[in-house]
């Protein structure tokens, strides 16, 4: 009796493939599993052994790729936006254009009285002890009327007015506007061509400030850099700004000049005393970035006002960040 197996019988093996031309068994291929579904699986697997570590890095890789596609996107298709800008640029951010010199006024003080009829009383400004002098107020008169008159005299000149809210007690006004609007007051000191490029630059804290922020304010209105620069101040603080600050800048001393008018008679000693020790203190730090010259620049911005340069000045960005004594290593337009 023919004994059959208990079990199901298979004619070919099981997983094979029976070739029947040539008589042989070949193995069947297992089907791959594609990268894409391997890698779902792996990243699924994880995620029920670390959940949040996972959720954390798929989160970062996702806006890591949305960054780059963000990028390469407005490298290939900036035209909207730059060409808006440009167009923005040529037209309406250079109003200046047509000006080639700067004619800076540092600012020294705050006008804080409502009555314009006093401008030359010490008591309509706010001043600082050392400044508490007969005269005093006079002197700034002196320092706006020559600015006007060298404007007047340069019909490419554009006329800046400079210094920030320098004082807590005289509430949020610069110096700059003080001094714009005591011009305004004496009617231009009878140049009334200059009042319509006459204009300030209200964030510099000290002296150096006054400078490199007037160029800059110079750029944001020409769209270009001051050919020539002319500096009105006290005639003892000539060697600071003259020297000290032009050499800083490296701006050539063939196109700079400096206007002084005299400190008023009972302030010159202590002047002279307190402009050597200044002096002193900008030969260590030509930049006035550390020390007493920074501390002092602090103390002078009682409203925290935001400083906006360099965005308007972008060729001279690393001027704005340089500290050192040794003079700013890096090219500038006026090289």
């Not at 401008?119 to 600082?128: H, P, R, T, V």
């Not at 949020?172 to 061509?193: C, H, I, L, M, T």
């Not at 007037?214 to 750029?219: L, N």
Request: charged share 25%.
């Amino acid at each position: 009796m023919n004994k059959y197996p208990s079990s199901s019988y298979y004619a070919y093996q099981r997983g094979s493939d029976f070739d029947l031309e040539s008589g042989s068994v070949r193995k069947s291929r297992k089907p791959k599993t594609s990268f894409p579904r391997m890698f779902v699986n792996r990243v699924h697997h994880l995620f029920k052994l670390h959940p949040v570590l996972v959720s954390i890095l798929l989160v970062s890789f996702g806006i890591t790729v949305l960054i780059f596609i963000s990028s390469i996107y407005e490298s290939q298709f900036p035209s909207s936006s730059v060409a808006y800008k440009k167009k923005d640029l040529d037209n309406d951010v250079y109003p200046f254009a047509n000006l080639k010199n700067l004619v800076m006024v540092a600012g020294h003080s705050v006008y804080t009285s409502s009555n314009c009829g006093r401008l030359d009383k010490e008591e309509s400004w706010f001043l600082e002890s050392y400044q508490k002098h007969p005269g005093q107020a006079a002197t700034f008169l002196s320092h706006i009327e020559e600015g006007v008159e060298a404007a007047g005299r340069d019909d490419e000149a554009l006329l800046l007015f400079s210094g920030g809210e320098t004082r807590k007690e005289a509430g949020p006004r610069s110096e700059a506007q003080s001094y714009w609007a005591v011009a305004e007051s004496k009617g231009w000191f009878g140049k009334d061509d200059v009042r319509s490029r006459a204009l300030t630059e209200e964030h510099a804290r000290d002296s150096f400030e006054n400078l490199l922020f007037s160029v800059c304010r110079f750029r944001e209105l020409t769209g270009s850099y001051p050919h020539n620069i002319t500096v009105v101040s006290y005639d003892f603080k000539e060697e600071r700004f003259a020297h000290l600050h032009r050499s800083a800048m490296g701006f050539p001393e063939s196109r700079f000049r400096y206007l002084g008018t005299p400190a008023s008679l009972e302030s010159k000693e202590a002047a002279l005393k307190g402009e050597a020790m200044v002096r002193a203190q900008f030969q260590e730090d030509p930049y006035g970035c550390v020390g007493s010259l920074w501390r002092k620049k602090l103390k002078r911005d009682p409203f925290h006002r935001t400083i906006p340069y360099p965005n308007g000045c972008p060729e001279i960005r690393g001027l704005f960040r340089y500290c050192g004594s040794a003079p700013f290593p890096g090219s500038l337009p006026w090289d």
